[in-house]
Nanobody, 118 residues
Framework: QVQLVESGGGLVQPGGSLRLSCAAS????????MGWYRQAPGQQRELVGT???????NYADSVEGRFTISRDNAKNTVYLQMNSLKPEDTAVYYC????????????WGKGTLVTVSS
C-alpha cells in the first residue's frame, strides 16, 4: 500500500552530524503523520520523533534540541537531521507511517544503520 525507503546512514564520529531521508511511495493518501524510530542492539525499538503533513513535529526527550525532523511533501520525503551525535545514538533507524484508514496498521521501512564511534 505504502512503501518507505530510508537512506543516509553510516559511520560518524561523536559530535558529528548526519541526515537521514525517508522516501514514501504508493497510496500516500493513506498516511499523514510520519516518524522515525530507532533500535539499538539489545534494546527495544523507540520513538525518535514525528512530523505531520503540516510540518508539526515532536521529539523524544533524548534527542530534543539535537535532532530535527522535516518534511518535503512535494518530494514525499521526510528527513531526520541529527547533530551533536553521541555513541548512544548508535542504532538502526526506521521510518514509520501509520495508516489513517486502517486502525492499528503501520508501514515501516527496512531501516538504515547509524554508528557513532571514534
Amino acid at each position: 500500500q505504502v512503501q518507505l525507503v530510508e537512506s543516509g546512514g553510516g559511520l560518524v564520529q561523536p559530535g558529528g552530524s548526519l541526515r537521514l531521508s525517508c522516501a514514501a511511495s504508493g497510496r500516500l493518501f493513506r498516511i499523514n503523520v510520519m516518524g522515525w524510530y530507532r533500535q539499538a542492539p539489545g534494546q527495544q525499538r523507540e520513538l525518535v520523533g514525528t512530523v505531520t503533513r503540516g510540518g508539526i513535529s515532536n521529539y523524544a526527550d533524548s534527542v530534543e534540541g539535537r535532532f530535527t525532523i522535516s518534511r518535503d511533501n512535494a518530494k514525499n520525503t521526510v528527513y531526520l537531521q541529527m547533530n551533536s551525535l553521541k555513541p548512544e545514538d548508535t542504532a538502526v533507524y526506521y521510518c514509520n507511517a501509520p495508516d489513517i484508514l486502517a486502525n492499528g496498521m503501520n508501514y515501516w521501512g527496512k531501516g538504515t544503520l547509524v554508528t557513532v564511534s571514534s
